[in-house]
């Protein structure tokens, strides 16, 4: 029989557009074009026997920071390490982000990155854009419909990082918003009260309380709550969605559901960290690698937050991946206010959500897909092109194995790190195959693309599906 068709992932069970079935799926020049009995398939060039396996969309990461120079350093991990090491955990998309230097296009900015690592990532890309100076509104107003134009209709700001250079104050913030609004757009928030951050900050030092074990007294649940409340009131006042990122306490989650009751367009976002780990690790003499902000937070937090994304307060997860080195970390040790914040994680997000989330009855595993892959399409405009498996789709694929059982140790990882935050962690659920837009990326733990297989993806926000999320 002549060769028809590319690819057929036979015998798998589908998780999809909130369904669970046994099914085949064909897949042609990148596409998926058929789904259901393979008996009504044309020949193909390969067959994948998914027996025993889950079929999910490709993996979404929300929230990475590759190569992004912060606090005094730049990551050792290359744009093309990291992303091979997203692959390998069944990623086939992240969005990152560019950050205005002051005075200059942001625009321009883009447009560079987008050059830089469509030569790089393994994976299909997309970006956040921040703006950091906001002089010339007149400028911004400008930048912000080209932005929209050019395919990135997400955007950034930090209402933290004064010292840094990134702070957004609420008049900025609220132009912003305004303005995005007018062209469709989205923007997101690094919701942390500054001004009371720097006085804890200030006041620990003072008393000599250096170590990491301050980090969370000096940013308590407060600091990310009020600025949450704060943000909710300008985009209100402003009539914009809003997006939170890496969403970390009790109190912020319930003012976004609040909100989003009163039907207020307000998505979150939450991290694999927020989830498992809690404050103690500070107090470790390895605490200083958990440093990042928000901080690790108390048990009771880390249900209420499954408990939202259960229930659809939380859309999405991102991993706010960023791989310093412990060395890195101890260079700056002589407070903790001055260790460089994040943490590494691109590559564990689906195995600890299957696990602790699916496998421990806290969250479906229709939703586990929802919140780690589709809906992260919806909400940045890329869907059903990412995030389905539909005909006409890209066939960006990861076959999951629910069996296998592993203990997360650095050494078999791919993160350009030295260390992982999870060490010790047992897990049963692992990613096996990664498929890009067809092709097969990641299989038997081997690596089989090359670093430039990824392509910026654009962006287009539509209110009929982003009203669905």
Not at 38 to 52: D, L, S, T
Not at 80 to 95: L, S
Not at 238 to 267: D, N
Request: hydrophobic letters at 40%; a negative charge; proline letters at 4%.
């Amino acid at each position: 029989m002549a060769i028809g068709i590319d690819l057929i992932i036979e015998n798998g069970t589908v998780v999809f557009n909130g369904n669970i079935l046994k099914t085949d799926i064909a897949i042609e020049n990148g596409k998926i074009i058929k789904i259901g009995n393979r008996n009504h398939f044309p020949a193909a060039e390969r067959v994948i026997n998914a027996e025993g396996k889950l079929v999910f969309p490709g993996a979404i990461d929300t929230h990475t920071h590759f190569e992004q120079p912060f606090m005094g350093e730049v990551p050792p991990e290359t744009w093309d390490q990291g992303t091979i090491a997203a692959a390998f955990g069944g990623n086939t998309m992240h969005i990152d982000f560019v950050v205005q230097e002051h005075g200059k296009s942001l625009l321009d900015a883009i447009k560079a990155k987008v050059s830089y690592v469509d030569a790089l990532s393994a994976i299909d890309f997309s970006f956040h854009a921040c703006f950091t100076d906001f002089s010339d509104m007149d400028m911004i107003r400008a930048e912000v419909r080209k932005i929209i134009e050019y395919g990135i209709p997400s955007f950034k700001e930090y209402m933290t990082y004064r010292k840094e250079g990134y702070f957004v104050n609420d008049g900025e913030l609220y132009q912003l918003l305004r303005e995005v609004q007018k062209f469709g757009g989205i923007v997101g928030v690094h919701a942390e009260n500054t001004f009371i951050a720097e006085s804890l900050i200030e006041e620990f030092l003072k008393e000599g309380k250096k170590s990491a074990k301050y980090h969370p007294l000096a940013k308590p649940n407060f600091v990310e709550a009020e600025a949450i409340q704060r943000a909710i009131s300008i985009a209100n006042f402003a009539g914009a969605r809003l997006y939170v990122v890496h969403l970390s306490t009790k109190e912020g989650l319930h003012l976004i559901k609040e909100a989003k009751c009163r039907g207020e367009p307000i998505f979150a976002e939450t991290c694999p960290h927020y989830l498992t780990l809690t404050d103690d690790v500070y107090s470790r003499p390895d605490g200083i690698n958990y440093i990042m902000s928000p901080p690790l937070r108390k048990k009771d937090d880390i249900e209420a937050l499954w408990k939202g994304l259960s229930d659809g307060t939380i859309s999405v997860t991102g991993t706010d991946h960023i791989a310093y080195t412990s060395e890195q970390k101890r260079r700056h040790s002589e407070t903790f206010a001055n260790v460089p914040n994040g943490v590494p994680g691109v590559e564990l997000r689906l195995p600890i959500m299957y696990s602790e989330g699916v496998r421990k009855g806290r969250i479906s595993l229709t939703r586990m897909v929802d919140i780690c892959s589709t809906n992260a399409a919806k909400l940045f405009g890329l869907y059903p092109k990412k995030g389905a498996i539909l005909p006409g789709s890209d066939a960006d694929i990861v076959i999951f194995d629910p069996k296998i059982e592993k203990t997360i140790t650095v050494e078999t990882l791919h993160m350009g790190t030295d260390y992982t935050i999870y060490e010790g962690m047992k897990v049963t659920g692992w990613p096996v195959i990664t498929i890009l837009r067809g092709k097969v990326i990641v299989e038997n733990e081997s690596y089989l693309g090359k670093k430039g297989d990824g392509s910026f993806i654009k962006g287009r926000i539509v209110d009929e599906i982003i009203d669905t999320v």
